[in-house]
Nanobody
Framework: QVQPVESGGGLVQAGGSLRLSCAAS????????MGWFRQAPGKEREFVAA????????YYANSVRGRFTISRDNAKNIVYLQMNSLKPEDTAVYCC?????????????????WGQGTQVTVSS
């Protein structure tokens, strides 16, 4: 099974914005709920945001709610993460994956076929 491919990361100053993309094609991903997670050096992978298969329901970690927006374009098989008002503590590798197990959108155990990730670095 082909893994998702993330892009759009980079170096940005605090207060800036980035938009991440997650390209995921194939039957496993088509219409599947999708999630974004991040992992900073020395820390566990943590939930950031998730979106239902139709795009009508979204979930956010408290730390990013109001600053990040998850969306998807099912015609293009792409999931986006718009990140505004970035903070140094947002620095991490951001990965996406489809939610294929269970119904807990916040748990990384619900996800499989992780992408390689894209690095986001926010300078103060």
């Amino acid at each position: 099974q082909v893994q998702p491919v993330e892009s759009g990361g980079g170096l940005v100053q605090a207060g800036g914005s980035l938009r991440l993309s997650c390209a995921a094609s194939g039957r496993t991903f088509s219409g599947s709920p999708m999630g974004w997670f991040r992992q900073a050096p020395g820390k566990e992978r943590e939930f950031v945001a998730a979106i239902s298969g139709s795009g009508g329901i979204t979930y956010y970690a408290n730390s990013v709610r109001g600053r990040f927006t998850i969306s998807r374009d099912n015609a293009k098989n792409i999931v986006y993460l718009q990140m505004n008002s970035l903070k140094p503590e947002d620095t991490a590798v951001y990965c996406c994956a489809p939610r294929l197990r269970g119904t807990d959108s916040y748990s990384r155990a619900s996800y499989d076929y992780w992408g390689q990730g894209t690095q986001v670095t926010v300078s103060s």
